[in-house]
């Protein structure tokens, strides 16, 4: 009786050694920093017809390379209906960013005459080629939409 006591608590000692010497799950999502919308002039105001300008920073935190990044741009109408909502663009984009482990990406997107006036979101989301994405970290700025 004794030897089993003695070998259950060596068997509970190793499990509280394994446990708590147990490394934390490293975070292999992109990184995205840096994000910024605004017009030509700096500002976050862009006029109908006008073009808006997203910059951001992005980094691979595992071994796999970038491999798209997708830009939305949405505006939250009256009614609260994510099908309400007026999307300037929601679009995926590789240029100068794929096969990368850091890229910075400055692009332009046009307003179309027909948007919405008022506040929009700018989201960006990074995918890697191992399928890792941020979108539960997804990044996100406003501008403006101005008549």
Known sequence: MKNVLKFLGLF????LVITACKKEEED?????????????????????GG?????????????AKLD?????????PA????TDEYKIID?????????????????????PD?????SYHVVV??????GNSSDTEAIETHIEIVQ
């Open 12 to 15: 509970l000692l190793a499990a």
């Open 28 to 48: 292999i999502t992109p990184e995205i920093t840096n994000v910024e919308a605004k017009n030509h002039d700096g500002g976050t105001q862009v006029s109908l």
């Open 51 to 63: 073009t808006i300008s997203v910059d951001f920073d992005a980094k691979t935190r595992s071994n």
């Open 68 to 76: 798209y990044y997708n830009i939305e741009i949405h505006d939250h």
């Open 79 to 82: 009614s609260g209906a994510i």
């Open 91 to 111: 679009d995926q984009f590789t240029d100068n960013f794929k096969s990368l482990k850091n890229a910075h990406v400055h692009k332009h997107i046009a307003v």
């Open 114 to 118: 027909t948007a919405n006036i008022g």
């Open 125 to 130: 989301i990074v995918v890697d080629e191992d």
